[in-house]
């Protein structure tokens, strides 16, 4: 993820020839949390996002150490492993439309119908000169005959002349079917566009996109972005990551939320306030002593089972404050809102 001033951080596992693996809620040890349990290529995941497909969970992050994109797998939620990216070089057009982009920011995966939708960013440090596209793979498992990525191009773009940057997506299908485009990073906020559901790509191109959150107050230096909106109990729910990241012991990232009746917004925090108006309940932090330090840019999985996952990145400050996998099993408290079982720290 990027942001004013800021640089940012920028083999194949077969499959287990046997059932999927249980449910790690139900798995020996589960009553220890998943975050203590958690091996394998677990450093250096930054901006991750999961799904389970199969009998397999998948990590898809931004790309580092030379990648243009990272995935990892595990049969069990708790040993991972990296696998073949979707991407060994950047798409053509990206050349094109982001010259000087050398990787793939912060992506979002989703199936929708049969097909697997992989929505990414592309930018250039520190600018507004962004935009986020679409490949589609009918598997996510490098090993099948039917495994394979096809790239859509662009889906929304920016540049320094609009008040909003077009990077950190998430694709939203809503009640009613529409499918929306979740996005943003500082300046003006996080935004919405609404999707063609046949293709996935924007369905009003030139439609002015509409705004969901912000951090109005100068102080904050507009410090809000990597949005993720998930439906539950009747509201639609937005996680967003404020506070600055890539600073490792020193970042000061942390997680809020609001909901709303309608997935355009208004969202409010727990005491009413809009997010448009600099709101959000605080779901997760950390505090100087703790290992692991600047919890955020979300993302989340409903499993199979019922539980509820929400996936980060966190800096160890016992590794030399490298962007680490965390994941953090959600529940819902008796007021209807999100809670992590579990704190940062562990």
Not at 287 to 293: A, I, L, P, S, W
Request: charged letters at 20%; glycine letters at 12%.
């Amino acid at each position: 993820m990027m942001r004013p001033g800021m640089l940012a951080v920028a083999m194949a596992l077969a499959a287990p020839a046997c059932a999927p693996p249980a449910s790690p809620r139900t798995m020996a040890g589960a009553a220890e949390p998943l975050n203590k349990r958690l091996s394998g290529d677990i450093v250096g995941v930054h901006d991750p996002v999961l799904i389970r497909a199969g009998g397999n969970y998948y990590v898809y992050s931004t790309g580092r150490r030379g990648a243009v994109i990272e995935a990892r797998r595990s049969p069990d939620l708790v040993h991972w492993r990296r696998i073949a990216p979707p991407f060994a070089t950047l798409p053509d057009w990206v050349g094109k439309q982001v010259p000087g982009a050398h990787g793939i920011w912060a992506p979002d995966i989703a199936k929708v119908g049969g097909t697997y939708r992989l929505y990414y960013a592309v930018s250039t440090f520190g600018s507004r000169h962004s935009a986020i596209g679409l490949a589609t793979s009918k598997t996510l498992d490098p090993d099948d005959p039917d495994y394979g990525w096809h790239d859509h191009g662009m889906v929304v773009a920016s540049s320094d002349a609009d008040n909003f940057n077009a990077i950190d997506p998430n694709l939203v299908i809503a009640a009613d079917g529409r499918q929306w485009l979740a996005f943003g990073s500082f300046w003006d906020g996080i935004k919405l566009v609404e999707l063609d559901p046949a293709t996935g790509l924007a369905l009003y191109p030139d439609a002015k996109p509409i705004a969901l959150a912000r951090r109005p107050d100068k102080a904050s230096d507009g410090a809000i972005e990597a949005p993720f909106i998930v439906r539950h109990g009747g509201w639609y729910w937005l996680f967003a990551s404020d506070g600055f990241c890539c600073r490792g012991v020193k970042s000061t990232y942390h997680i809020v939320v609001g909901r709303s009746r309608a997935v355009t917004g208004p969202y409010r925090d727990r005491q009413g306030m809009p997010m448009l108006d600099g709101g959000g309940t605080l779901l997760l932090a950390a505090g100087q002593g703790d290992r692991f330090r600047g919890p955020g840019h979300s993302g989340f999985l409903h499993d199979r089972d019922g539980t509820d996952y929400l996936v980060y990145h966190a800096y160890d400050a016992a590794n030399d404050g490298k962007p680490t996998l965390r994941i953090a099993k959600v529940e819902w408290s008796d007021g209807g809102w999100p809670k992590l079982g579990h704190r940062a720290a562990e």
